[in-house]
């Protein structure tokens, strides 16, 4: 065989370089996908060499084509795979340009020489200036090793999007080899062109673009009708997509990105409101305006926050000042949290004789009108927009067997618009909770109270049956049984009263005033909405945690036990409250029969005058008034059983106090001192062992 003139296969080269199909001696292999030479040609195995390093050219083009093509036609499209496709395809143009240089060259030397490939004073044995396979491999080895990493960029970013892309364009481009970091980064800055535009589009307008599944903020398909809720889309209508932030974004500008799109969507859907957008218009410019790129993020950063500052501010004007979050929260905490003392004691004596009835015969329109005539006589002065707000609750569906009107009755307040961001129905319903215990701690102490008239009544009664024996000389029998029981049942209640003053002395003075002014105070110092609802939030878990509803599920009864019985430190306070409720039986029913007996004695007196009158004795007259014992010893033993019942629940709530997960961050000690005298009294000896015990498990000396 003739050997091949090198002219040729510097053309077939070239032509392979270009990714064409081939020239005579080297064509492209659709079986192998490469190039392959033709077995009839005479070509040394260095030439051979030669032209398998070029035709690689051809097969990086091939594959960068393909990978483009693929990339480009994502469904849906990728604007991070756009942009890199676009970078690539300008890299490669560069690359043809200098294809076509070299082809000039070579048709040139080629007819300069009259297509010979001897003569010459070449080390080579060519002619100066010609063409050889070995000068080309000179001059295509950067632009090998720049297709060869952009195919690498290419296959790096398959199967990947958005920030996904650019962290496996960022891992590429902190190679050590200069010339990966010369192809790489002009790559990485153009397909973060995009992403910024996606940043800037979310923070200055607050929405997203379709298929914006590869941006760093997602939104979520809230379904209705928390798609309605200001709460539920606040907190969970936009999140950070972690797997689509680039390495590049700090968690710390990823969370400001967030808030501030989230911000101005909050301002547009639920408030109405356009006028954020003057208030950002020197730092909107600075984000449109873009200057810098990802290995600088400064003015990322700056214009970021200016911009969260400005539309948190607006924000925080709009739901303080407009919508008055402060006005709303103190009629939250005159009505829910009972801190109007006017307004609970007139609603207490309106709507006593209704809660006093079974919960199934319990009219929600009567207390109503009860609850409106308390706000009218105790809150002239206030908003009647606050006032309308305060409504009467009534659990849905059906009641316990048993229920009073006590057990079921709440009260509500309604909130709405950008209000409801803060009151979310979650923080409304840990109210109802906390008035739900500060109720039944009202209705108990309404029972005390009326416990102290009976035996007031009793009292008074037992003093007008020693009157009249006196006046009269007629004696009720056993009548000297009743003082040391009504002196016993007076301690017994004034034991329970003591508990419960103390009880409510702790929860207003060591717990709702203290966290409720540090809400107050810190209010105005918070920079977002969501330092707001951190506030708000952290009160409200003080609240419960102080009064013991810490961990208890959040629909409750009054009296409901919650918890794994007397083992549950809520369950010990529900179940000392309920024992109090009882002691109410024995009193009244005390109290009645020495009024039994007054009345007793009085028909006694009006039968004798009868008979003196008429001149003959009946023998009803002979039956004198008395007391029965054996009722004495019952009403006794109701007692007893009522008061032991309140001292081991009482007992039980002060022991496991301190070791409950409240003890860890309230100081319970002078919470449980006020029982070291009350508890002391005739009968209250286990008490104050008690509540010495659990004043010493909680670090008193």
């Given amino acids: 065989m003739t050997a091949v003139p090198e002219h040729l296969l510097v053309q077939d080269a070239l032509a392979a370089c270009s990714a064409l199909q081939g020239g005579r001696l080297l064509r492209w292999s659709e079986s192998s996908s490469r190039y392959v030479c033709s077995g009839a040609a005479d070509i040394p195995t260095a030439q051979q060499q030669l032209l398998g390093r070029t035709a690689e050219l051809g097969w990086l083009l091939r594959t960068i084509e393909k990978l483009s093509a693929e990339l480009a036609g994502l469904q849906p499209p990728s604007v991070v795979h756009e942009a890199l496709v676009a970078a690539a395809r300008r890299e490669v143009g560069s690359y043809y340009r200098l294809v076509a240089i070299l082809e000039a060259q070579a048709q040139q030397a080629t007819s300069g020489s009259g297509g010979s490939s001897t003569g010459g004073s070449g080390s080579t044995g060519q002619p100066d200036g010609v063409l050889t396979l070995r000068r080309l491999q000179v001059w295509l080895a950067e632009p090998l090793g720049r297709l060869r990493v952009l195919a690498s960029c290419l296959e790096a970013v398959r199967g990947v999007r958005g920030g996904q892309a650019l962290n496996a364009l960022l891992a590429l481009s902190k190679h050590g080899d200069p010339l990966v970091r010369k192809v790489v980064a002009p790559a990485l800055e153009e397909a973060c062109v995009p992403y910024f535009k996606q940043i800037s589009l979310w923070v200055l307008n607050g929405t997203l673009e379709a298929g914006s599944s590869e941006f760093l903020v997602a939104r979520e398909a809230l379904p209705p009708p928390l798609c309605e809720d200001p709460a539920a889309c606040w907190r969970g209508g936009y999140r950070l997509n972690p797997a689509m932030q680039p390495r590049f974004v700090s968690d710390q500008l990823a969370g400001d990105i967030l808030t501030t799109g989230k911000t101005i969507a909050f301002l547009r859907e639920f408030c109405g409101d356009t006028r954020w957008a003057a208030a950002i218009g020197a730092p909107a410019q600075a984000l449109a305006a873009g200057g810098g790129n990802y290995r600088q993020l400064r003015w990322l950063e700056s214009a970021v926050i200016d911009v969260k500052r400005a539309v948190s501010a ?286 007793e004695q009085a028909m006694y007196l009006q039968r004798a005058r009868d008979s003196e009158v008429a001149g003959e004795w009946n023998a009803e007259v002979y039956n004198s008034p008395a007391i029965p014992p054996e009722v004495l010893q019952e009403i006794s033993s109701g007692m007893g059983r009522v008061y032991a019942l309140f001292d081991r629940h009482l007992r039980t709530f002060l022991t496991l106090l301190p070791a409950s997960r409240q003890s860890e961050t309230l100081d319970l000690r002078f919470f449980l001192s006020r029982f070291e005298a009350t508890q002391a009294g005739p009968g209250g000896g286990d008490a104050g062992g008690a509540v010495a015990a659990a004043a010493a498990a909680a670090g008193m000396e």
């Fill in 314 to 599: 607006h924000l925080l004007d709009i739901v303080m000042s407009q919508q008055g979050l402060p006005r709303h929260l103190a009629a939250i905490k005159r009505y829910l949290l009972l801190g109007q003392g006017d307004f609970v004691r007139v609603l207490l004596d309106a709507a006593r004789p209704e809660l006093d009835r079974g919960a199934k015969e319990v009219s929600q329109y009567t207390l109503q009108g009860h609850l409106d005539a308390a706000l009218r006589s105790c809150a002239a002065g206030e908003d009647p927009e606050v006032l309308r707000r305060v409504d009467v609750r009534l659990p849905p569906g059906k009641v316990l067997e048993g229920d009073r009107g006590w057990d079921v009755f709440s009260l509500q307040y309604h909130v709405d618009g950008p209000l409801g961001a803060v009151l979310s129905p979650e923080a409304m319903q840990a109210y109802l909770r906390i008035f739900r215990l500060l109720w039944t701690i009202k209705h108990v102490e309404t029972v005390l109270e009326q416990c102290w008239d009976h035996i007031n009544s009793a009292q008074r009664a037992l003093g007008t049956l020693r009157a009249q024996e006196k006046l009269h000389g007629v004696e009720v029998e056993h009548v000297e049984l009743v003082p040391p029981v009504l002196r016993a049942f007076h301690a017994r209640r004034a034991e329970m009263a003591s508990f419960v003053t103390s009880l409510q002395y702790y929860i207003a003075f060591e717990v709702l005033e203290p966290n409720w002014a540090k809400l107050t105070a810190a209010l105005p110092g918070a920079a977002d909405l969501d330092a707001v609802i951190t506030l708000h939030e952290g009160t409200l878990q003080a609240l419960a945690a102080g009064i013991f509803l810490d961990g208890l599920p959040q629909m409750l009864t009054p009296l409901g036990l919650g918890g794994a019985g007397a083992a549950d430190v809520q369950a010990g306070l529900r179940k000392t409250l309920r024992a109090v409720l009882d002691v109410q039986g024995p009193i009244k029913r005390l109290a009645a029969t020495v009024e039994q007996a007054v009345a």
